[in-house]
């Protein structure tokens, strides 16, 4: 047993170790499913990161997926982010428009705008792109940082601020 966890760190190191030399090398790279790490709690819904900026060498990519009534209130920061509805319907925000996006809607949000969403009636899956590469950190700090069961919000603010992304009242 001990031996094939060795091999499966081995294996891990391996892995990101080819991925800093791709990045490097500015060179094509594939991504396996197993590779997928385990979703983020993020304010009581899930985010897993599908690529880091380490990864790709500047943007990011993630998967979204919430219950109803789940989702970020208003914030901004600096990076540009892309959202493309894959399930369920979600109640969206970007500046001063307001939607319903459902199936096939995409939502771009231009750095430093205001933007918030909420998963709709059973919930919703999205997808999502950033630009800049501050995302997975601050997704992973929410994560490990945050007791969304009873947040504390001065302390989530602060998080958030500590990345770049300014939450509003």
């Known amino acids: ?37 385990k979703p983020l709690n993020v304010g009581g819904f899930e985010i897993t990161v599908l690529a880091s900026a380490e990864e790709t060498g500047s943007y990011e990519l993630f998967r979204l997926v919430g219950t109803e009534g789940k989702g970020p209130g208003p914030h901004y920061h600096p990076w540009d982010e892309s959202f493309y509805v894959l399930r369920g319907a979600v109640q969206c925000g970007v500046h001063d428009r307001e939607t319903l996006a459902y199936p096939g809607t995409f939502i771009h949000v231009p750095g430093g705008t205001t933007h918030w969403f909420t998963f709709g009636h059973g919930g919703g899956e999205l997808f999502s792109i950033t630009s800049h590469g501050n995302a997975t950190k601050m997704f992973t700090a929410f994560d ?17 601020a500590r990345y770049g992304q300014i939450v509003l009242p």
Request: aromatic share 10%.
């Open 144 to 160: 490990k940082e945050v007791n969304w069961e009873s947040p504390d919000r001065k302390k989530l603010i602060e998080l958030a």
């Open 1 to 37: 047993m001990l031996h094939l966890e060795l091999e499966l760190k081995l294996f891990t190191l391996e892995i990101h170790l080819l991925f800093q030399w791709a990045i490097y090398m500015n060179i094509p790279k594939i991504l396996l499913a197993h590779h997928t790490a």
